[in-house]
Nanobody, 118 residues
Framework: QVQLVESGGGLVQAGGSLRLSCTASGRTFSSYGMAWFRQAPGKEREFVARISASGLSTQYSDSVKGRFTISRDNAKNTMDLQMNSLKPEDTAVYYC???????????WGQGTQVTVSS
């Protein structure tokens, strides 16, 4: 079992920056592919960014590409999402997620609220 905890959310003005962190329990974090998802009120959960277990491969949704950067530190069991040039449409609850060998993200954090004001 893996436990994930997000932190770093908050209120920021448009154009500002936030850095979200996800801390994982256990000693197998380095074997998990990780990702960030978000869900805005009235919207379905959407993919934001993902990073391979090694950290060598990343992928971003078109809506955040060039503005967000996903990273991980396997020695510290953490994954971060640096969010720059934030827009009001980035407002959502952000979740970190992990997967092992399977295709699905089976492990989820509790979420952290990001609110971007105009």
């Amino acid at each position: 079992q893996v436990q994930l905890v997000e932190s770093g959310g908050g209120l920021v003005q448009a154009g500002g920056s936030l850095r979200l962190s996800c801390t994982a329990s256990g000693r197998t974090f380095s074997s998990y592919g990780m990702a960030w998802f978000r869900q805005a009120p009235g919207k379905e959960r959407e993919f934001v960014a993902r990073i391979s277990a090694s950290g060598l491969s990343t992928q971003y949704s078109d809506s955040v590409k060039g503005r967000f950067t996903i990273s991980r530190d396997n020695a510290k069991n953490t994954m971060d999402l640096q969010m720059n040039s934030l827009k009001p449409e980035d407002t959502a609850v952000y979740y970190c997620a992990g997967r092992g060998a399977g295709l699905r993200y089976d492990y989820w954090g509790q979420g952290t609220q990001v609110t971007v004001s105009s």
